[in-house]
């Protein structure tokens, strides 16, 4: 099992910044992907970044240069530093951790933190 617990959210005025944090606990060694994924209201979930091994971060195309995925692997967290913040980035931030137990794939959530994005 891996518990997940974020931070950071809040309000901010477009362009500002804001950065997320997501502590991982439990079973973390069993962790090979970590993701933030958003959702707006009435809209489906989705992926804005991950971060995996020693790949190239991934990032959506709505946030490609404005936002920037980092972990520090001694705290177990993971970081999402978004800056110039746009109102259509309001949505409730999901931490995701991907984890591996041979034979099986497990997908981990945390309880989800708000960002609102005022114009």
């Known amino acids: 099992q891996v518990q997940l617990v974020e931070s950071g959210g809040g309000l901010v005025q477009a362009g500002g910044s804001l950065r997320l944090s997501c502590a991982a606990s439990g079973s973390t060694f069993s962790i090979i992907k970590m993701s933030w994924y958003r959702q707006a209201p009435g809209e489906q979930r989705e992926l804005v970044a991950s971060?995996?091994?020693?790949?190239?971060?991934i990032y959506a195309d709505s946030v490609r240069g404005r936002f920037t995925i980092s972990r520090d692997n001694v705290k177990n967290t993971v970081y999402l530093q978004m800056n110039s913040l746009r109102p259509e980035d309001t949505a409730v931030y999901y931490c995701n951790a991907h984890a591996f137990w041979d034979p099986h794939d497990y997908d981990y959530w945390g309880q989800g933190t708000q960002v609102t994005v005022s114009s």
């Open positions: 971060i995996q091994g020693d790949a190239s971060p």
